[in-house]
């Protein structure tokens, strides 16, 4: 069972991209899901996550108001729409499942294999 990413490809800056993560073989809903991204040189990045339900959203404050998650729990999809792209979200985006806290401490159990994002005149 995996995580299948789709959408990711080359766009110039102020286009979109809407990137899509297939959870279909997995036979039960996720608590949360999301994605990462991580670009050359520097940290991995947790973008968006939506929680069971669809109802609570987390964003970064980078991409705040420029991308939107989704997810359709029937399908047991996530979607990110990414508008006005900038150079800098030039990254590997990957998805992710099952959020496990412990305390302080919290992590996700499944991670996609990744696709990549560039943004570039």
């Known amino acids: 069972v995996q995580l299948v990413e789709s959408g990711g490809g080359s766009v110039q800056p102020g286009g979109s991209l809407r990137l899509s993560c297939d959870a279909s073989?997995?036979?039960?809903?996720?608590?949360?899901m999301g994605w990462f991204r991580q670009a050359p040189g520097k940290e991995r990045e947790g973008v968006a996550f939506?929680?069971?339900?669809?109802?609570?959203?987390y964003y970064a404050d980078s991409v705040k108001g420029q991308f939107t998650i989704s997810r359709d729990n029937a399908k047991n999809t996530v979607y990110l729409q990414m508008n006005s792209l900038k150079p800098e979200d030039t990254a590997v985006y990957y998805c992710?499942?099952?959020?496990?806290?412990?305390?302080?401490?919290?992590?996700?159990?499944?991670w996609g294999q990744g696709t990549q994002v560039t943004v570039s005149s």
């Open positions: 939506v929680y069971f339900g669809g109802g609570i959203t």
């Open positions: 073989g997995y036979t039960y809903s996720s608590n949360c």
């Open positions: 992710v499942r099952d959020l496990a806290v412990y305390g302080i401490n919290w992590f996700f159990h499944y």
